[in-house]
C-alpha cells in the first residue's frame, strides 16, 4: 500500500494569509486528491490533482482561492489562499496505488484561521 | 435524497460484542465499495474494499454488499475498546473515478 506523509501536520494562521501543504507519497501513483474534512463532517472533495496539467476542482472550489501543484507522480501542493475562519478545517491529501487500485489517505493537515 | 446514507451515531456497544455499520445508497451504477476507519486527528484508513456483491472476510471484519437492495455492511466480531473510531463507507462507479464517501458512524466500545 501506498505511504502517504503531509506537511505541516497542524498549523494555526492569520486571516488573510496563505498556507502551503505538502503531499508526499512514497511510490508512483496513478491519481492524487485533495479533501477537507470539517469537524464532525464527512470528507469533501475539493480536486484532483493531474500531474504536469491544471487540477480540476470540484463545485463550489476554485483555483483562486485553492491552488495545487502536482510537478511529479509523488508529490503535490494545495494552497489555502486568503485565508479566513471559515478555512479551518482538516486537509486530507489522497493517493491511488496503480498497483491494487486502492485509495490512501495521509495524516491530515489540521487547520485554524483566527 | 444524498447519494450515500449512513447513521452518524454514535454507537456504543460492550466489548465482544458484533458491531454491525450499514450504509444506503441511490446509485445503482456503483461498484465498488469501500469502508474506511478514522482514528480521532488521523486520516482515513482502508479496512475493506469490494467489487461484487455478498461476503467478503478479513479476520474480524465481514463487509457484505447488496446491490438489489442498495445497501452495505460492515461487520466487527468480537468487538475490542481499539475498534473505537469512525467508520466511513465510500463508494464509487468506475475504478478511476472519484470517491463518494458516507458521512461516516462514530463507534464507541465500552469496556
Known amino acids: 500500500s501506498a505511504v502517504i506523509s503531509q506537511k505541516p501536520s497542524r498549523d494555526i494562521c492569520q486571516r488573510g494569509t496563505s498556507l502551503t501543504i505538502q503531499c508526499q507519497v512514497d511510490?508512483?501513483?496513478?491519481?492524487m486528491f485533495w479533501y477537507r474534512q470539517q469537524p464532525g463532517q464527512s470528507l469533501t472533495l475539493i480536486a484532483t490533482?493531474?500531474?504536469?496539467?491544471?487540477?480540476?476542482?470540484e463545485s463550489g472550489f476554485v483555483i483562486d482561492k485553492f491552488p495545487i501543484s502536482r510537478p511529479n507522480l509523488t508529490f503535490s501542493t494545495l494552497t489555502v489562499s486568503n485565508m479566513s475562519p471559515e478555512d479551518s478545517s482538516i486537509y486530507l491529501c489522497?493517493?491511488?496505488?496503480?498497483?491494487?487500485?486502492?485509495?490512501?489517505f495521509g495524516p491530515g493537515t489540521r487547520l485554524t484561521v483566527l | 435524497q444524498k447519494e450515500v446514507e449512513q447513521d452518524p451515531g454514535p454507537l456504543s456497544v460492550p466489548e465482544g460484542a458484533i458491531v454491525s455499520l450499514n450504509c444506503t445508497y441511490s446509485?445503482?451504477?456503483?461498484?465498488?465499495f469501500m469502508w474506511y476507519r478514522q482514528y480521532s486527528r488521523k486520516g482515513p484508513e482502508l479496512l475493506m474494499y469490494?467489487?461484487?456483491?455478498g461476503n467478503k472476510e478479513d479476520g474480524r471484519f465481514t463487509a457484505q454488499v447488496d446491490k438489489s437492495s442498495k445497501y452495505i455492511s460492515l461487520f466487527i466480531r468480537d468487538s475490542q475498546p481499539s475498534d473505537s473510531a469512525t467508520y466511513l463507507c465510500?463508494?464509487?462507479?468506475?475504478?478511476?473515478?472519484?470517491?463518494?464517501f458516507g458521512k461516516g458512524t462514530r463507534l464507541h466500545i465500552l469496556p
Open positions: 489522497s493517493a491511488t496505488d496503480r498497483g491494487t487500485d486502492t485509495q490512501y
Open positions: 465510500a463508494m464509487r462507479v468506475y475504478r478511476d473515478d472519484k470517491i463518494i
Open positions: 490533482a493531474n500531474q504536469g496539467s491544471e487540477a480540476t476542482y
Open positions: 446509485n445503482s451504477a456503483f461498484q465498488y
Open positions: 511510490s508512483q501513483v496513478t491519481m
Open positions: 469490494t467489487y461484487s456483491s
